[in-house]
């Protein structure tokens, strides 16, 4: 095999510390214009990567691809090894499990408390009792919420509610951490407090692909930038900023 | 699957009853009714197939023989018939019992005109069978046999017996099929319901990776949970109604429990609770197992 490759389950070769590998991805739905066309895009272990962009170009569309909530019309993707276009259903848990994510709405369980949210993650890829007590206060110290362990999710702030979000996300060691508009309903202090943690999270050796439209963090924080319009990636540049559309 | 995510899974279909008591409340009461008239047809039929029973076992075939059978051939006769499938008991009686018994029965001390035996050629083979309707292939396997004169049976009680128990086993069967198709909608909308309830759960479950099997399992425990409580409580109350019902036929009517004997509560639920068990096992089980098949694609 030649250097710098290694050979992923397709039998096909992939750059050696690639984890994400989009080749000429094109999906579309029933009706209109493809809400991705002919998107190639390249991410290695432990970047950091902004993707941007206007409703309707193509973002959620991406995540979800990614997440193998969608197959491609066209093109292939392979995400840590796994070819997305061919993975058997019954392995798409076990991939997932490589997955950390966070929603712009949160998505916690709201009948239970900070601690069970967060366990809840450990519990569904089966982590022994013993090992879910040990880590669960741990990656609730790391996200500053160790003393609210018991709070019901209503009693929590929106900046509380996504750092309990990113700590389910984290709790299983995931090698790419995806989140969608993740600051999207928090104020300025909160969303850069998210922001904060998840270059920490990053600095650590975790992929990290943010979904946003944040340009004030995206212009601050001066990593990798794809910027998409119409199903297209228009811009990818390191150390990018947020492009105007006009 | 680890020994802490099984329980977790018990666990989670417990809690689930607790996340959707309205529901699950629902849910078991409507197979808590369906089970309870199951529980009372089946010890009405039960009942009924026992005064039946009770009834056929009066009911018998005699044998005559021809004149000048000996009593060796006849006997010969009464252990081939004896080893018929049909036959549940099977008495000889000889032409001077017979005699005996009809001077004592009709006669009185008033027998001084006879010097031989009237009844001469009246030894017979008096037969109890296990089942009424089995009776006329016994006839027909008794009057092909050389020796036998003549088949006494009593054919209109033994088919109105027997159509009676036909017509019961239909009327139960029908009954219990209406309502256990009733009990899987049930169960099948409950967990509809818990599935629509519980739709973000289950969404962020796929997304860090549960397996299928993982998201369905709580589902099913639930809805085997609803069935073993849907059971249970009717078997109870049933269990209360028939003791006090028999006790007080039985005390206020003491004629009729000599004519119509009733089975007592514990031979009844010897089947019942068993069966209930099962059924609401079985339901609980089918109507939430097709239910996540249907609705939960994970």
């Known amino acids: 095999m030649e250097k ?8 096909r070769q992939i750059p050696e ?11 579309s739905y029933s009706s209109g214009a493809p809400a991705l066309n002919d998107v190639s895009l390249h991410v290695k272990k432990g970047e950091f990567v902004f993707i941007v962009g206007d409703s309707g170009s193509g973002k959620s569309t991406l995540i979800k691809l990614l997440l193998r909530e969608l197959v491609p019309t066209n093109g292939e993707i392979t995400v840590l090894g796994y070819n997305l ?61 160790a003393g609210k362990y018991k709070s019901k999710i209503n009693q929590l702030s929106g900046g509380e509610q996504q750092r ?70 228009i811009e990818d540049e390191e150390e990018g900023t947020y492009i105007d559309e006009d | 699957m680890r020994i802490n995510s099984f329980f977790y899974t018990i666990g989670q279909g417990f809690k689930n009853l607790g996340r959707n008591k309205w529901y699950t409340l629902a ?51 009464k252990s081939e018939i004896e080893k018929r499938p049909e036959v549940k008991e099977i008495h000889y009686e000889s032409a001077d019992a017979a005699w005996e018994g009809y ?38 396997y008794i009057e092909s046999i050389d020796t036998v004169r003549d088949v006494k049976r009593s054919e209109v009680t033994a088919d109105t017996l027997s159509g009676l128990n036909k017509l019961m086993a239909y009327v139960s069967m029908g009954i219990i099929i209406i309502l256990l198709c009733v009990s899987i909608f049930l169960i099948s909308n409950t967990v ?8 973000d759960e289950i969404n962020i479950m796929k997304y860090i990776g549960a397996t299928d099997f993982f998201v369905r399992a709580p589902f099913v425990v639930e809805g085997i949970l609803i069935g073993i409580i849907g059971s ?19 005390t206020k009517f003491a004629m009729l429990s000599t004519i119509l004997p009733f089975l007592p509560v514990e031979q009844i639920y010897n089947d019942l609770v068993p069966i209930s068990m099962a059924i609401g096992i079985g339901i609980g089980f089918l109507g939430s197992f097709t239910t996540v098949r249907k609705h939960l694609h994970v």
Not at chain 1, 17 to 27: A, M, N, P, Q
């Open chain 1, 4 to 11: 710098g490759f290694r050979k992923k389950k397709s039998g």
């Open chain 2, 103 to 140: 001077k004592e029965e009709y006669l009185g001390g008033y027998t001084d005109g006879f010097t031989e035996n009237p009844l001469a050629d009246s030894a017979n083979l008096q037969i109890y069978l296990k089942d009424v309707s089995m009776q006329a292939a016994l006839v027909t």
């Open chain 1, 85 to 145: 276009n061919k993975i058997k259903h019954n392995k798409i848990p076990k991939f997932r499990r490589n997955l950390g994510i966070v929603f712009q709405d949160f998505r916690l369980l709201k009948d239970r408390n900070v601690y069970e949210n967060v366990a809840f993650a450990q519990r569904i890829v089966q982590t022994p009792t013993r090992e879910i007590k040990r880590n669960v206060p741990s990656i609730l110290a790391t996200v500053n919420l």
């Open chain 2, 232 to 250: 249970a409580i009717p078997l109870v109350i049933i269990y209360y109604i028939y003791k006090n019902a028999i006790s007080y036929v039985n």
């Open chain 2, 192 to 199: 509809t319901m818990g599935i629509a309830v519980r739709k």
């Open chain 1, 17 to 27: 510390g690639e984890v994400i590998t989009l080749e000429h991805v094109t999906k």
């Open chain 1, 164 to 233: 309990v979000a990113l700590a389910r996300a984290l709790i299983n060691k995931p090698t790419i951490l995806l989140a969608d508009e993740p600051t999207g309903n928090l104020d300025p202090n909160n969303s850069w407090e998210i922001m904060k943690l998840m270059e920490k999270i990053n600095e650590n050796g975790t992929t990290v692909i943010v979904v946003t439209h944040n340009r004030e963090i995206v212009n601050a924080m001066k990593k990798r930038v794809v910027t998409m319009k119409k199903g297209v990636i």
């Open chain 2, 27 to 77: 849910s078991i009461a409507t197979i808590g009714a369906c089970l309870f008239l199951f529980g009372l047809f089946f010890s009405i039929i039960n009942n009924i197939q026992h005064f039946v029973h009770t009834a056929e076992e009066g009911v018998s075939v005699t044998v005559f023989f021809d004149e000048g059978t000996s009593e060796d051939q006849m006997l010969a006769v």
